[in-house]
């Protein structure tokens, strides 16, 4: 399983966290190999970093978007089987 964890933070949820997340939800093959978790707020986005901020198998990327997170994620699938 990978894992993602979404921003919660209102800047990025404002920015498109809230579709990232609908992303990997509403997509069978990508919501197999997830494992989803939340956090409030990430502070980076507080800090002049670019929101929506998600944070795949430890590493933090910002102003992720959704093709850069399908791509990401679909990479790592391929790489696990």
């Known amino acids: ?12 949820a404002a920015r498109g966290g809230q579709e990232l997340l609908g992303l990997v939800e509403d997509d069978p093959q990508l919501f197999r190999h997830v494992e ?5 707020c990430m502070g980076p986005c ?9 944070r795949i198998e430890g590493v933090t990327y910002f102003g992720m978007s959704a093709e850069s997170l399908a791509t990401t994620l679909l990479r790592l699938i391929g790489e696990e089987t």
């Not at 507080?46 to 998600?54: F, I, K, L, N």
């Open 1 to 12: 399983m990978i894992r993602v964890c979404f921003c919660l933070g209102l800047d990025c």
């Open 36 to 40: 989803i978790s939340f956090e409030k």
């Open 46 to 54: 507080h800090e002049g970093a670019e929101a929506p901020v998600v």
